[in-house]
């Protein structure tokens, strides 16, 4: 009996991890086959029927029934235990098939009463119950999906209470009732005490209660009033202010807080009543170091209310000034984050799967990325207070009366939003900004006047220690994970801590700038991390240009998943600015074919098309296809201005202009953002801009149209512009090892057969560069590739290096020749070649004809 008990026990443990990973079962990654071949010969294979949808229901409804089973028993056991205990002792297998409600008083009979000796006689006690939700959990989710609770933490849970109830309820109860506790309990304390005595299996208890409670909920030991008033007596007071801050100075916090369903702080607003008073409230966003990971904290937030002196209206200083806090939403960690669910596909009556060529590639895991720990800076309420008594006393010497002070803690800056008492001008405040800067003692000090949408003016002033955003940590958000943007790509942390997420097909180009060592080539990998975290191979292809020949080559690896280049044996990533001006002519070339595709589709952009061809109403027998998103980036603009010029602004200007509705976009970086760089037809079309810290106003005033780049404090630290809002971000971190990492693990996996192909463009002299045909020196294979393109009819370059294994140039030779035979037409743009012959027999009279010349 036991021995069947233990195996369902260990089955039921080992379904719920083959349903957790159900639907990654088929993407096991090559460095887990090994493991897998072992489990393949284990006992743990029996639960591999669960794959199947009705196998999984008479589980779930097995699971469920069985825990009912449980707890009838259970309870029933609480008020029969003496009556069956002799009897199930000297149970047989034979007397269980005997129906004979006098056996036991057990309300389920002997089996009932068997089960619940098992457990709670022989086991745990009272702590048996937590079986019941066990089972019922578990065979909930294998019936209908639905998962009460996370079965991970249900199960380390329930392991490590379940101890404890045991223990404690053998410690403390004896006698008749010592049954509660059970076996386990019992020997455990008669272990512990004929070890440590009485008092040590106490003292054992409370220490095993209290180390659970810090690892599952992060307990305080001690109260935030005696922490608060730790943080005022270590500031030793200014001069001139020690008799207010003995009489009216204090912190104010707020002992129970109230959480709604979300999360959220709910602080009620208190009053304070004091003559020229000026009330400040301060968000701390911050996150709690021995969390779950599957979970972030809300912020703590705080109330401080902090004398200063300034002159204002008397009436209003009399007046009663309500504290405001302003909260901040955590951004929540998706438990399955980096893991993809795949799409099925049944046939022709079920919609198009572009997947299906790669159906077996995984997405990157967030376990590729490396965990930082936290990182975040812990904000001394000193500072703010200091901070704020030294901006309200530079305004005062410019009688600058404030009538509120409202702060918010950031990863690197905190924004203090001031409003002012009326009659007080706006440009009185933005032309103090030096002047703040120098009472400060700060780099980076930024004034908004006004704040768009708020009557308030803000005051940017960096943190003393700036917190670093991890990029495991914004990837592993439920707002990113959850998102449905066609091109997501994570941009940073706001001021107030919330994750910003950005569509790059709705922006629809980006255009970055930055000086060195800013943090822009960190910011491109952040922007393709997000991409290659978030789209499968068949959905989007990027066209890399890199000049510097350093920062982008660790993506060579995908190059047969995600990149895109032109026909040849050349590489994917481009460093020779020669061919910049190919690649993006070539570009043009696949945008004008798109836009015909899009024609005789009777659609208006990308979207609308691939969406039309899912549901297969556009047939590829007519020449439709699937169409990947094409995301070109290139990392040194300025280079490219210096070494081509006109040749490569005229083609980007056209794909700005023109390539956003058949899914083109262009991100563009440069560390010198000056006219003759970013010039007026590309800044036309990009409104979408980030630019790092720069060192001038004038390149400030380029890239983004306005001051306040030159004021940034660097090191990821950045202002997004998508139109007349400017944002600060904190750029998040990815360090090189990260990115080799990914590539990696994208890269030993199946891709194509070679990276995406880019149609092939005419030289810039617009001549296929051919003269007239010489039989004598045509090539040893012409005949061979003349067969090829009649039997095929297509006259591609990229179809004979394919079919004769041959690289580009001799492939692009062959072509030229085959043209000037007449057996293929010229070169027509987005157009494929006329093949001229019609049959094979055409062909030999022709070649008959060229041999007898």
Request: aromatic share 8%; glycine share 8%.
């Amino acid at each position: 009996m036991v021995l069947w008990h233990g195996k369902l026990i260990l089955c039921t443990m080992a379904a719920g991890n083959t349903l957790k990973n159900r639907q990654n079962d088929d993407f096991i990654p090559e460095s887990a086959k090994e493991e897998k071949d072992i489990m393949a010969k284990s006992k743990w294979t029996d639960v591999l029927f669960l794959r199947d949808e009705r196998a999984r229901k008479i589980a779930g409804l097995i699971l469920i029934f069985y825990s009912l089973f449980l707890l009838v028993s259970f309870v029933s056991y609480l008020f029969s235990w003496k009556a069956d205990q002799n009897i199930v002792a000297g149970f047989s297998w034979s007397q269980y098939l005997q129906i004979n409600p006098e056996v036991a008083k057990n309300w389920l009979g002997p089996l009932g009463a068997r089960s619940a000796f098992f457990y709670m006689h022989n086991g745990f006690g009272l702590s048996s119950f937590a079986f019941v939700l066990i089972f019922f959990t578990l065979g909930l989710r294998l019936l209908v999906g639905v998962t009460l609770l996370p079965l991970g933490k249900m199960y380390r849970y329930s392991f490590f209470t379940g101890i404890w109830f045991s223990l404690a309820l053998s410690f403390l109860l004896s006698g008749s009732y010592s049954f509660l506790g059970g076996t386990f309990g019992y020997q455990g304390i008669r272990y512990l005490r004929g070890l440590m005595g009485y008092a040590g299996a106490g003292m054992f208890l409370l220490l095993y209660m209290l180390v659970f409670l810090v690892v599952v909920f992060n307990i305080n030991f001690l109260s935030e009033q005696l922490l608060a008033l730790f943080r005022k007596q270590s500031v030793p007071p200014q001069e001139g202010e020690t008799d207010v801050l003995e009489e009216e100075t204090e912190v104010q916090v707020e002992e129970e807080p109230e959480y709604d369903i979300e999360g959220a702080v709910v602080a009620e607003a208190s009053e304070v009543e004091s003559e020229s008073e000026i009330a400040m409230s301060v968000t701390l966003a911050e996150e709690e170091t021995t969390k779950e990971p599957e979970e972030e904290s809300a912020p703590k937030e705080f109330s401080l209310s902090i004398d200063a002196s300034v002159p204002g209206n008397k009436e209003q200083d009399e007046e009663e000034i309500t504290l405001e806090i302003e909260e901040t939403v955590g951004e929540e960690l998706d438990e399955a984050a980096g893991n993809s669910e795949r799409k099925e596909h049944y046939g022709l009556d079920t919609e198009f799967d572009p997947r299906l060529e790669l159906a077996s590639y995984q997405f990157p895991t967030i376990d590729l990325l490396k965990d930082y720990g936290v990182s975040k800076a812990e904000m001394d309420t000193a500072e703010l207070e200091s901070n704020k008594n030294l901006i309200v006393e530079t305004l005062k010497n410019y009688n600058i009366a404030i009538a509120q002070i409202k702060a918010a803690v950031g990863p690197t800056v905190t924004l203090y939003e001031i409003v002012p008492e009326a009659g007080v001008r706006i440009t009185k405040i933005k032309n103090l900004e030096d002047d703040i800067a120098l009472s400060l003692a700060a780099l980076g000090i930024r004034i908004i006047a006004p704040i768009p949408g708020k009557g308030t003016i803000g005051i940017e002033v960096p943190n003393k220690k700036p917190e670093m955003v991890p990029m495991r940590s914004v990837i592993a958000s439920s707002k990113f994970q959850n998102n449905d943007m066609a091109l997501p790509v994570i941009l940073g942390k706001t001021i107030s801590n919330e994750i910003f997420i950005a569509d790059l097909a709705k922006m629809p180009h980006l255009l970055m700038a930055g000086a060195t060592g800013q943090g822009k080539s960190v910011g491109i990998n952040a922007l393709l991390v997000s991409l290659l975290y978030k789209k499968h191979p068949a959905e989007v292809k990027f066209v890399l240009v890199d000049p510097k020949k350093v920062e982008l080559t660790l993506y060579r690896t995908i190059e047969r998943h995600f990149l895109a280049k032109l026909p040849g044996d050349g590489e994917a990533i481009i460093t020779d600015t020669k061919l910049v001006t190919s690649t993006l002519n070539s570009l043009c070339v696949e945008m004008d074919k798109r836009y015909d595709l899009l024609k005789d589709a009777g659609v208006r952009n990308i979207t609308e098309y691939n969406a039309k061809f899912l549901k297969r109403k556009l047939l590829p027998t007519e020449g439709h296809h699937f169409m990947p998103y094409i995301v070109v980036v290139i990392d040194e603009l300025a280079d490219l201005m210096m070494t081509a010029g006109k040749e490569v602004e005229y083609p980007i200007g056209r794909l700005a202009q023109l390539a956003r509705a058949i899914g083109i976009h262009l991100i563009l970086a440069t560390q010198r953002p000056s006219v003759n760089v970013i010039t007026g037809t590309i800044k036309a079309n990009f409104p979408g801009r980030i630019a790092f810290r720069v060192t001038s106003k004038i390149d400030s005033r380029t890239i983004l149209d306005g001051n306040g780049a030159d004021q940034l404090i660097g090191k990821g630290d950045m202002l997004y512009s998508n139109g007349s809002e400017m944002i600060r971000l904190q750029c998040p971190f990815v360090d090189t090892p990260e990115v080799e990492v990914i590539t990696e693990f994208i890269g030993n996996q199946r891709g194509y057969g070679s990276a995406f192909i880019l149609p092939e463009v005419q030289d810039a002299d617009g001549e296929s560069g051919h003269e007239a045909f010489d039989a004598e020196s045509r090539d040893a294979l012409f005949e061979d590739a003349a067969r090829i393109v009649v039997q095929t009819q297509q006259g591609s370059t990229s179809m004979l290096q394919r079919r004769l294994k041959l690289g580009y140039n001799r492939a692009g030779r062959l072509i030229d020749q085959l043209e000037a035979a007449g057996i293929v037409g010229p070169f027509e743009g987005s157009k494929a070649r006329e093949v001229r012959l019609r049959d094979e027999l055409e062909l030999e009279q022709l070649l008959n004809e060229l041999d007898n010349k």
